[in-house]
């Protein structure tokens, strides 16, 4: 499941990208697919790094890469491991409402980032997840969401650190009824028979991903995306 548009950013080849919270690594997967792309997964999570280096390692098997380099390590996104003007491309997808000082965050986030180069940031969309917020579990989960996002406020809070907003897209729509049929019938209980089809569904969609699956995203993307997709970018210095 890729949130980010990789495409439109016309990235050189070997270029450095770092994806922040990367969790179980599917956007270090896709970003590993660019050409002799040099990529950095970073997250605090023993557990899902493990995960992303499997996924690795069946990449480099199968040969789905662009003929780069990975590397996996352990960061938090408040204290960044790394020096200033370092990448290409940061990826920050579904972090930052994990974040207590999310301010922190964004500086870090701008500080290891190249002049003159992009910044991909995704959060829950704002509609979609305040009615998932009604289920007190959902607001109330250990390491859960621990805010909500008005877009314009955190394209706000990106430019404030000297980047420039470019481009808006939602994503994932075919995956808020999901949430919100699992916020209905109790996020634990996914043995409930419409909660099994649905996840079923879903996995069925990403391996798969047909053409009539695609379409349908697509056009509901702008009403039911569950993820806003924010592009920045880091201007020369004058």
């Not at 621990?146 to 404030?160: E, K, N, P, T, W």
């Not at 650190?161 to 999901?178: E, I, K, N, V």
Request: charged share 20%; glycine share 6%; net charge positive.
């Amino acid at each position: 499941m890729i949130t980010v548009d990789f495409h439109c950013l016309n990235l050189p080849a070997g270029s450095r990208i770092l994806d922040i919270g990367c969790g179980s690594g599917r956007h270090v997967a896709a970003a590993y697919a660019l050409e002799r792309a040099d990529v950095i997964g970073a997250d605090p999570s023993l557990q899902d790094l493990k995960q992303a280096q499997t996924r690795m390692h069946y990449h480099d098997q199968l040969g789905i890469h662009g003929k780069g380099r990975w590397h996996l390590t352990g960061g938090d996104v408040t204290s960044l491991p790394f020096a200033d003007n370092s990448f290409d491309l940061v990826v920050c997808s579904e972090v930052l409402e994990h974040i207590p000082d999310h301010q922190r965050a964004i500086t870090e986030i701008v500080r290891v980032l190249k002049t003159d180069r992009h910044l991909v940031v995704s959060v829950p969309r704002r509609w979609p997840e305040k009615l998932c917020w009604l289920s007190h579990a959902y607001g109330h989960m250990p390491g859960g969401h621990i805010r909500i996002y008005r877009a314009a406020d955190l394209v706000q809070r990106v430019q404030s650190r000297g980047l420039r907003h470019w481009r808006t897209h939602f994503a994932h729509s075919l995956h808020t009824p999901y949430w919100w049929l699992k916020c209905l019938v109790g996020l634990h209980h996914n043995d409930f028979w419409a909660v099994r089809l649905y996840h079923r569904f879903l996995t069925w969609d990403i391996m798969q991903r047909p053409r009539l699956t695609r379409v349908l995203d697509d056009i509901l993307n702008p009403l039911l995306g569950k993820s806003v997709v924010l592009y920045f970018y880091k201007p020369l210095q004058r």
